[in-house]
């Protein structure tokens, strides 16, 4: 039987949020805390959500069963695609983009909460646990760090987010 790698992707996933969430946090008082948390989306937007776009496209385009009814594209929201340039705005501070980027976040934080959900009920068989420990505290840290950089927390100023 193979090594259970669980505590690895635990263990990343909850590093990557927990340096997301503080480049946000600091981002509020220095920029390049700032451009780093942006920059830092901008990639994981584009690799999360590429992974995303391939599993919707698969899905909807070609008779594989593999990609049918495949969980994982709760995980890999496609529309995280648009953080390449939310990112980006976000990192040299235009505020449309602070905001998008934690309305995006946010959304994709609740499908992979909804991923975790499906393990409640019967009919979901896919083995995703690894994915779901990996990706749900790197969301939950992209969304606590583009609420900070987005001045959304109780006691920062809309305008000192800058």
Do not use: D
């Not at 590093?15 to 830092?40: N, P």
């Not at 235009?94 to 909460?113: D, E, N, Q, S």
Request: hydrophobic residues 55%.
């Amino acid at each position: 039987e193979p090594p259970s790698r669980l505590p690895a992707f635990l263990g990343v996933g909850l590093g990557l949020g927990l340096i997301l969430s503080l480049l946000g946090r600091l981002g509020t008082r220095f920029r390049a805390a700032r451009f780093a948390f942006g920059l830092l989306v901008s990639v994981m937007g584009l690799l999360l959500g590429f992974v995303g776009c391939f599993l919707v496209g698969a899905w909807a385009l070609t008779p594989h069963a593999v990609v049918y009814r495949n969980e994982n594209v709760l995980l890999f929201a496609p529309f995280a695609i648009a953080l390449v340039v939310l990112g980006i705005g976000a990192a040299i501070g235009r505020p449309g983009a602070r905001r998008k980027t934690y309305l995006v976040a946010a959304c994709a934080l609740g499908l992979a909460i909804a991923a975790c959900g499906l393990k409640l009920f019967p009919w979901s068989r896919q083995e995703n646990g690894a994915l779901i420990l990996l990706l749900l505290p790197t969301w939950l840290g992209i969304t606590i760090g583009a609420r900070a950089i987005a001045g959304l927390e109780a006691g920062v100023p809309a305008g000192r987010a800058g």
